[in-house]
């Protein structure tokens, strides 16, 4: 099974090009699963296959030993890496294994404006490859986030109970995961194509929860699903596994009304909940929580974007993820539970004529760019969502939680 997974990453996921590099990132948790992947790497064809390996308990010694200013620095072999990463078109794996309480304690301030000055480094060098690599971000069970999801069991069997739930919710525990996927994705593309066809100019949320919301889409802005492509080179990966999501990209300035959170939102080792957003104009106006509201208020105030939303994704309430039941306590598999919107940077690849669109080009469009993504739950049993197009017709997308 885990060679299987191992090869739907390589192959499925990120479509290892013969030459191409590779640098995987994981946390100590799954050596072993981490050695199969890199050498369905080589047997890719690639010509390095690295590994950047990561641990919760140094980021809270270095958040805590660190000068605010060095914490924030990006030191010279650092930016060179990325120069290296932009100029070779590096495929990158993400392979998440964190514990979600795993930075609990740590100062969230001196840690998000560290993040904040880092990104601020990283983001322009990396700009230049935007859309041009394969990446993928997919999971392997780490202990103490089994142990969070299964309390009651001994730590051997939550981890073993923890690997089936990601496999079978990544859709890689069949006889035949590639295949598998190739068919989940034809699925999924036919979703997006059906919502491409309507030209959406506006989408209405509605449920009992108290959510009643509209926001604007940007003209000609295609809803993806699934796979997707590189440009220059042309080639089909799969940037998130699982994946249940249509997604698009809102119109900046054009949300109105107040969405209320159906999930908890962890964020940087804080779990904020039972939440609402009132949007005006587009921004995010007033935010309500019971618990770490003060995290909630500096995530929209990371930068002036911040507050703007960057995505509207379409999951059905049946989807497998949401089936299990299980709050994963990572966005990766919570937002492909439920439709969800994010705050700050829009996936430029939805713009129409995007491949050849500057930066300012798709700002002036309407795609909203920040520092951060965070995505938050809105999805339930009784979410209505109404399409609306530029001559007002309404056409439903979604009754009950579920397609229309
Ligand atoms: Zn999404
Ligand atoms: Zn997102």
């Known amino acids: 099974l885990l060679q299987n997974y191992a090869r739907l990453l390589v192959r499925t996921g990120l479509n290892v090009q013969q030459g191409q590099e ?25 010509a390095v296959a690295d590994v950047e390996w990561s641990h919760q308990p140094l980021t809270k010694l ?10 924030g620095r990006v030191e010279e072999w ?4 990325y120069r290296h990463m932009t100029e070779k078109l590096t495929a990158t794996l ?3 294994s964190q514990d979600p309480d795993g930075l609990a304690g740590i100062d969230q301030a001196k840690y998000a404006a560290a993040r904040q000055k880092t990104l601020q480094v990283i983001k322009p060098i990396m700009e230049p490859a935007e859309n041009r690599y394969q990446w993928c971000v997919a999971a392997v069970p780490g202990k103490a986030w089994a142990r969070k999801l299964f309390p009651g069991l001994p730590d051997d069997e939550a981890v073993e109970a923890l690997w089936k739930l990601i496999l079978f919710t990544s859709r890689a525990d069949g006889e035949d995961p590639e295949q598998d996927w190739k068919v989940h994705n034809e699925n999924l593309i036919r979703k997006s194509g059906w919502l491409n066809s309507l030209n959406l100019t506006s989408l209405r949320y509605r449920a009992s929860n108290g959510t009643d919301f509209t926001v604007g889409l940007i003209p000609g802005a295609r809803f993806l699903a699934g796979g997707d492509t590189t440009v220059g080179s042309g080639v089909f990966f799969n940037p998130n596994m699982p994946t249940e999501e249509a997604f698009t990209a809102p119109k900046r300035g054009v949300a109105e009304g107040l969405v209320v ?8 080792g804080v779990l904020i909940e039972d939440f609402s957003v009132r949007f005006h104009e587009g921004k995010a106006v007033e935010v309500k929580a019971a618990k770490n509201q003060q ?3 500096k995530i929209i105030t990371m930068d002036e974007n911040a507050a703007y939303l960057g995505e509207c994704a379409l999951v059905p ?4 993820i949401s089936k299990s039941g299980v709050l994963f306590y990572n966005t990766l598999f919570d937002e492909n539970a439920s439709c ?23 700002i002036d469009m309407g795609a909203n760019d920040s520092l951060i993504h965070v995505d938050f739950m809105i999805g339930t049993s009784d979410l209505s969502i109404t399409g609306l197009t530029a001559d007002g017709t309404e056409v439903p997308v979604f009754t009950n939680g579920n397609w229309a």
């Open 78 to 81: 650092k930016q060179a890496k």
């Open 62 to 71: 270095d958040v805590a030993g660190r000068s605010p200013e060095v914490l």
């Open 340 to 362: 969800h919107l994010a705050l700050g940077k829009a996936y430029t690849a939805c713009l129409p004529g995007f491949e050849t669109l500057t930066k300012q080009e798709m």
């Open 261 to 268: 959170a159906s999930k908890p939102l962890s964020w940087s």
């Open 295 to 297: 995290t909630l208020e």
């Open 94 to 96: 993400g392979l998440l």
């Open 317 to 320: 309430y049946d989807s497998p």
């Open 22 to 46: 590779v640098l995987i990132s994981a946390q100590l948790d799954q050596p072993r699963f981490v050695e199969m992947v890199v050498a369905e790497c080589y047997a890719a064809g690639a």
